[in-house]
């Protein structure tokens, strides 16, 4: 049996650093033995058929391949469809009413607890907010994330510290649902 799976790297093609080919990373996934291979803009998103491994070990073995092709490190996330599209239908914020640019989900590559987040003083951030779901975090930022105080407040290394967290606006969010799905 396959599952469709989302790949979702960290950190890629950023500034003119750390390039990742959308080309040679469905090359890398076909080789290493998936299907149906897709990539979602040039930010680090891939989806794929897999009838083999789990979320973590794919996660550990694209990881892997990724050093091995472009000779450094990038921190990968894998999740699969009944997932995604999970933290789609729990986001606690008002989705269809808001502009994607002010809503985004952290994804973590474990559970996170509230203990996580104590020293952030939330009422301070207002009219931002943010909620913890399963091995995600809603962000509210309705000025946008490159104007949030409080995502550079959740993206403290002592908050994160332990954890994979990559961030997705809310189009690419509703994108990997809908490309997961077939």
Same mark, same amino acid.
């Given at each position: ?28 996934? @076909?080789? =290493? ?9 040039? #930010?680090?998103?891939? &989806?794929?058929? #897999? ?18 092709? +472009?000779? +450094? ?29 002010? =809503?985004?989900?952290?994804? +973590? ?5 509230? @203990?996580?987040?104590?020293? &952030?003083?939330?009422?301070? +951030?207002?009219?931002? @907010? ?8 809603? !962000?509210?930022?309705?000025?946008? !994330? ?29 994108? !990997?649902?809908? !490309?997961?799905?077939?």
């Amino acid at each position: 049996m396959t599952t469709m799976y989302a790949a979702l790297l960290r950190g890629i093609n950023v500034g003119g650093a750390r390039k990742v080919p959308m080309a040679e990373l469905r090359d890398l996934l @076909e080789g =290493l033995g998936h299907d149906a291979v897709r990539t979602y803009l040039q #930010s680090g998103q891939a &989806v794929f058929a #897999s009838g083999h491994g789990d979320e973590d070990s794919l996660a550990a073995e694209l990881t892997r391949a990724i050093e091995e092709r +472009f000779g +450094f490190a990038v921190d990968v996330i894998v999740r699969d469809h009944a997932y995604l599209r999970a933290v789609a239908e729990a986001c606690p914020f008002p989705a269809a009413d808001l502009e994607a640019r002010q =809503l985004h989900v952290t994804y +973590f590559s474990a559970p996170v607890g509230t @203990e996580r987040f104590a020293a &952030v003083d939330r009422p301070a +951030f207002l009219p931002e @907010e943010f909620r913890l779901g399963d091995r995600a975090l809603y !962000l509210y930022a309705p000025d946008g !994330l490159g104007r949030s105080k409080l995502a550079e407040a959740l993206a403290r290394p002592g908050v994160t510290k332990g954890l994979i967290a990559t961030t997705r606006n809310w189009n690419t969010v509703v994108k !990997l649902v809908e !490309l997961t799905a077939s």
